[in-house]
């Protein structure tokens, strides 16, 4: 795999920068601070993506790359994999997922997994190499190959251990010694007795004979709660039926209320037709007695009538008998004086007659006048009475029909609230015999028996709730007890899984070594052979790894010696070949080297053997050489090997 070509939009302190890149050696030059570590920074982040994840670091990569001016937060790298293929991605890093081209210019993104954290894997799939391994081991800067000399052993050590492991940060021995270390602190041995493993089955016995002794209070909660329930239960029925006994109630109280109203008013009407009979009795009497009043009367009248004109004819008689002597003394009396006085006899007795009739016709018309008057009193008497017994006969016709209407709409109304009520409860009283009360006080009674069976039920539920706070801390005890058991059981299950999981991880572990001392170990030691071989021009020949003595060098003259006894240089030159040597496995793609400022603490000569040994030894590569010296440059014009210089300004 190849990198052509880079093109930065606007990247840290780079903006729109273009860079292109040749096959085998490239050399990137910049004075400090020109942005190599940038562009090397920018290289990765294009391929797998820039994390907002601080992990430990002041800031995060988007933070200290993200450009202080613009919004334009981009770029563009092209490659070619070792089959021919190209490819342009294009990222903005603001955005998680980048647009990948193939040679066409077609959009391929989707053609390629797409994790939810670490976005579209495109370079993953490509070269089977991840970001870690990327700069692990194609990336090489000079924190990785500066070496003190106090660090010389450390170094050393990674050697072996990758000789060994395959990892330069894996030791085979350490890993087992922490191993062991970890399972005799997290687990322990038999003979350990404060250890976790230990401690909890101590604790377990012991848990176990105390949970021996609560366990009957268990068995006795569970009766006392079932107890309550079957007393809830019922408690909660007779309140139903107390419910239901109350609504009856009050309907068979309301049907009483409208009964005393209907009572009323038959009482009323009773009172009316006795009042009606009363008034039809006052009435005979009074026709009665009008009648004997009226011949009474009539008789006084007759009388008067007869007197009248028995007077009447006696002054006619009279009259005519006074006229009779005044025409004899007319006649025979000659004195004119007598005759007058005679002759006034006749006016004044008509005048006395005149008057004497009147007198009593006057009496006969006041009495008829007396008579009418009586009569009219009478007769107004009996209407009175005749009215108001209309009047009352019509109030007891309203009153019969209201009574008739108030007893058909209270059985109708007392019936519907009735069937109402018994079905709404129907299926809520276990005791359907109360629903076929239907007398008051029946119901008053069955009401006075559930109270106090309620008021029985309250007492009994009151000495259980005490019985259950007396039980209940040794049962909660007990349930704490089983608690820490099951956790206890979970813990030693976690902790024996964790033995053998540890047991298995050394047998692998310890299978694995082997494995890899048999066959990687050969390669990577024939590798090391061949390598210092070249570097030190042959003043070592053979590299192998011994379990007592770790790193052994072959010497020209054919003795072993232990690696630390090697100078820091080749040490340097010994680890930075096979970190190098490692990428041929690591990925189906031949990835390009990058070594940024690698060869900084190199002297000349040991400068001009790295590069020789880069050349020769990976001829199919691309390898690219960050620095802020022409030295690399000067060497490799002096050997006459081409190479392709980008020179950042």
């Known amino acids: 795999m190849n990198l052509q070509k880079l093109k930065i939009n606007a990247y840290g302190k780079l903006k729109d920068k273009e860079l292109e890149f040749k096959d085998h050696i490239n050399i990137i030059y910049g004075k400090n601070e020109a942005g190599k570590s940038t562009i090397l920074k920018f290289i990765t982040n294009m391929l797998y993506g820039i994390s907002k994840n601080k992990n430990g670091k002041p800031y995060s990569d988007f933070e200290k790359y993200k450009p202080w001016e613009g919004e334009d937060f981009s770029g563009k790298i092209e490659y070619a994999l070792d089959n021919g293929e190209t490819f342009e991605v294009f990222r903005d890093f ?10 066409q210019k077609e959009d391929i993104s989707k053609q390629f997994n797409i994790d939810k954290s670490r976005g579209n894997e495109f370079f993953y799939e490509q070269t089977k ?22 660090e010389q052993t450390i170094l050393i050590q990674k050697i072996a251990n990758l000789v060994g492991t395959g990892d330069d940060n894996v030791s085979y021995k350490r890993a087992i010694d922490r191993i062991n270390r970890r399972q005799l602190e997290e687990i322990g041995t038999q003979k350990s007795r404060e250890k ?19 366990e009957k209070y268990r068995n006795t909660r569970y009766e006392i709660e079932e107890n309550k329930k079957n007393l809830l239960e019922k408690f909660s029925n007779s309140e139903m039926e107390l419910e239901y006994l109350n609504e009856i109630k009050k309907i068979y109280e309301e049907e009483k209320i409208e009964n005393e109203k209907i009572k009323i008013k038959e009482n009323i009407k009773k009172e009316n037709d006795e009042k009606i009979n009363l008034n039809k009795k006052e009435i005979l009497e009074i026709e009665n007695g009008n009648k004997k009043i009226f011949e009474k009367n009539n008789q006084k009248i007759d009388v008067l009538i007869k007197n009248k004109n028995k007077i009447k004819n006696n002054f006619i008689i009279i009259f005519i008998l ?9 006649i025979f009396i000659k004195n004119t004086i007598i005759k007058y006085i005679f002759l006034l006899t006749l ?7 005149i008057l004497f009739l009147k007198n009593k016709k006057n009496k006969i018309k006041i009495l008829k006048k007396e008579k009418e008057n009586e009569e009219e009193k009478i007769n107004n008497e009996k209407n009175n009475y005749l009215n108001e017994n209309k009047i009352i006969e019509k109030n007891n016709e309203q009153l019969k029909k209201e009574i008739n209407e108030l007893k058909n709409n209270l059985n109708i109304n007392i019936n519907l609230k009735n069937e109402k009520i018994k079905n709404n409860y129907l299926n809520k009283i276990k005791n359907h015999k109360i629903l076929e009360l239907n007398n008051l006080n029946n119901i008053q009674e069955e009401m006075e028996k559930t109270q106090k069976e309620l008021n029985s039920i309250k007492i009994k539920l009151h000495e259980l709730d005490f019985d259950k706070e007396n039980v209940e801390p040794k049962v909660d005890n007990l349930m704490k007890i089983e608690e820490t058991l099951v956790n206890n059981n979970e813990k030693i299950v976690n902790l024996r899984k964790l033995e053998k999981s540890m047991n ?13 001392k048999n066959t990687v170990t050969p390669k990577f030691t024939e590798n090391l052979s061949k390598n210092i071989n070249e570097i030190t021009d042959g003043k070592y020949t053979n590299v192998m790894v011994q379990d007592d003595k770790g790193l052994v060098v072959e010497l020209e003259n054919g003795n072993y010696v232990e690696a630390n006894r090697l100078s820091v240089g080749t040490i340097d030159q010994l680890y930075l070949s096979l970190r190098l040597s490692m990428t041929e496995d690591l990925s189906k793609e031949k990835m390009p080297i990058i070594l940024d400022e690698a060869f900084a603490y190199y002297d000349t000569q040991r400068l001009e053997n790295i590069l020789k040994y880069l050349v020769n030894t990976y001829p199919d590569r691309q390898i690219m050489i960050f620095t802020c010296t022409e030295r690399e440059k000067d060497v490799l014009t002096k050997l006459n090997i081409p190479y392709n210089l980008i020179h950042l300004s």
Do not use: C, G, H, W
Request: a negative charge.
């Open 94 to 103: 603001r955005k998680k997922n980048p647009q990948i081209f193939n040679e």
């Open 129 to 150: 190499m991840d970001e870690t391994l990327f700069l692990s081991t194609i990336v090489i800067n000079q924190e990785e190959v500066k070496l003190e000399k106090n």
């Open 196 to 214: 976790p493993l230990n401690v909890l089955l101590r604790e377990n016995e012991n848990l176990k004979t105390e949970k021996i002794e609560l």
């Open 322 to 330: 006074l006229i009779l002597i005044n025409m004899i003394q007319f």
């Open 347 to 353: 006016p004044t007795f008509l005048i006395f007659s």
């Open 504 to 516: 298995l991880a050394k047998e692998f572990l310890a299978r694995a070594y082997e494995k890899m």
